[in-house]
C-alpha cells in the first residue's frame, strides 16, 4: 500500500487516508457506483452509502456530468453523507482539462478524493507530475483493460496505486461497455488491489468477486434502467449480496 505522505500531509485528507486503509482492509467487497448525472439520482445512490461514488467527464459517456453539477450534487451529498468517497472518471480528457476540473472543484468544495484515469503510464505520470507541483494532493487510481491473460505484471507501470480499476478492453470504447472480462483471463489470485468493472450487475458480483480476487466491485449500467437512471431494488439486491459475502 502506497505511503500517505505522498500525497501531502493536510489534515483532513490524512483521515481520509485512514479511512480508506480501514475499509481496504474489512472483509466486506468494497462497492464503487458509477454514472451519478441526475440529481435525484444521485441522492438516490448516496442514501444506501457506498464506498465511491463516480463522477463520469469523459466526452465519450452518455452518463457525462457538467462541472457545475458535479459541484453541487458533491458538495450536497458530502455534507449529507461525508463517509463516501467521490471519484472523477476521465477517459480521453486532456491533462489541462482535467486539471482545470480538478482545481475549480477543489476550490469551491472538498472536491474529488480520487481521479480515475483510463490512459496509459506516460499519461498517468505526467498527471501526478503536475498535481505534485501544484500541491493538488488527490490520488490517480489507473485503469486497466486486459485483452489477455490477467498477470501482475499488468499493474507495474502505473505503480504506486492506493488500488486500481480492471474493466473490459474494447478498442473502439474507452470504457463503459457493460460487458463483461471473459473468465479464462484470469489464470491466478492477484495479489494487487483493484476493483473489478465491466458488465458487473447484482446477479454476477459475487462471481467475478471470487474469480477475481478484487477486492470490490465498480459498477454502472449493471444498476440502471437506462444511462444514469439507477435501479433501486438492484442497489438493494447488490448491497445484500456484497454485504453477506465475505473473503475469509
Not at 43 to 55: E, H, I, N, Y
Not at 65 to 83: F, G, M, R, W
Not at 131 to 146: A, K, S
Not at 190 to 215: H, W
Request: one cysteine or more; aromatic letters at 12%; a positive charge.
Amino acid at each position: 500500500m502506497e505511503s500517505v505522505l505522498s500525497y501531502g500531509v493536510n489534515q483532513t485528507y490524512f483521515q481520509k487516508i485512514q479511512h480508506l486503509h480501514k475499509i481496504l482492509n474489512q472483509s466486506r467487497p468494497l462497492i464503487k457506483i458509477c454514472g451519478n448525472k441526475f440529481t435525484s439520482e444521485a441522492f438516490k445512490v448516496a442514501s444506501f452509502k457506498p464506498d465511491f461514488m463516480g463522477w463520469i467527464f469523459s466526452p465519450f459517456s452518455p452518463r457525462r456530468i457538467t462541472l457545475d453539477k458535479a459541484e453541487h450534487l458533491i458538495k450536497n451529498i458530502q455534507n449529507a453523507h461525508p463517509e463516501i468517497f467521490h471519484v472523477g472518471v476521465f477517459s480521453g480528457n486532456s491533462i489541462y482539462e482535467i486539471f482545470d476540473i480538478v482545481r475549480k472543484l477543489n476550490q469551491k468544495t472538498r472536491g474529488l478524493d480520487f481521479i480515475q484515469i483510463t490512459e496509459g503510464s506516460g499519461f498517468i505520470f505526467r498527471l501526478r507530475t503536475i498535481l505534485q507541483q501544484e500541491h493538488i494532493f488527490i490520488p490517480v487510481i489507473p485503469v486497466i483493460r486486459p485483452n489477455g491473460p490477467i498477470t501482475e505484471d499488468l499493474f507495474f507501470p502505473t505503480e504506486p496505486s492506493l488500488f486500481w480499476i480492471l474493466d473490459k478492453f474494447d478498442p473502439n470504447k474507452k470504457g463503459g461497455t457493460g460487458k463483461t472480462i471473459p473468465k479464462e483471463y484470469f489464470i491466478g489470485k492477484i495479489k494487487k488491489p483493484f476493483l473489478i468493472a465491466g458488465g458487473i450487475t447484482p446477479d454476477n458480483a459475487i462471481e467475478y468477486l471470487k474469480l477475481s480476487n478484487a477486492i470490490g466491485v465498480d459498477i454502472s449500467s449493471g444498476l440502471e434502467d437506462a444511462p444514469g437512471i439507477k435501479n433501486e431494488k438492484k442497489i438493494q439486491q447488490l448491497l445484500d449480496k456484497i454485504y453477506n459475502f465475505s473473503y475469509s
